[in-house]
């Protein structure tokens, strides 16, 4: 059974750092492009990074270039978010999915459930 499970997220301060991760179980990540998509409050689930099966990177949102980096371990498996210099908007649920390099949640097909991240001094 295809599963994606994000860890990593908790209660953080302004200016502290996360690394988010993502596991698959199921399948191989190598040959599919990730994303990361986060979900504030009361708002609407944005892409933050996308990494291509070739590993090509991008981040999705101007707020996160500088801060945020998106990576892949092919061999185990797994893709993860390094988050720096966190601020208070960067809270909300953090997903991961497979799909398509882009940052539009309609391009990915196959979600994780989540990871809550929240900065707050």
């Known amino acids: 059974q295809l599963q994606l499970v994000e860890s990593g997220g908790g209660l953080v301060q302004p200016g502290g750092s996360l690394r988010l991760s993502c596991a698959a179980s199921?399948?191989?990540?190598?040959?599919?492009?990730i994303g990361w998509f986060r979900q504030a409050p009361g708002k609407e689930r944005e892409g933050v990074s996308s990494?291509?099966?070739?590993?090509?990177?991008?981040n999705c949102v101007d707020s996160v270039k500088g801060r945020f980096t998106i990576s892949r371990d092919n061999a185990k498996n797994m893709v993860y978010l390094q988050m720096n210099s966190l601020v208070p908007e960067d809270t909300g649920v953090y997903y991961c999915?497979?799909?398509?390099?882009?940052?539009?949640?309609?391009?990915?097909?196959?979600w994780g459930q989540g990871t809550r991240v929240t900065v707050s001094s």
């Open positions: 199921g399948f191989t990540l190598n040959y599919y492009s």
């Open positions: 990494i291509s099966s070739s590993a090509r990177a991008g």
């Open positions: 999915a497979v799909g398509r390099y882009s940052c539009l949640a309609r391009d990915y097909d196959y």
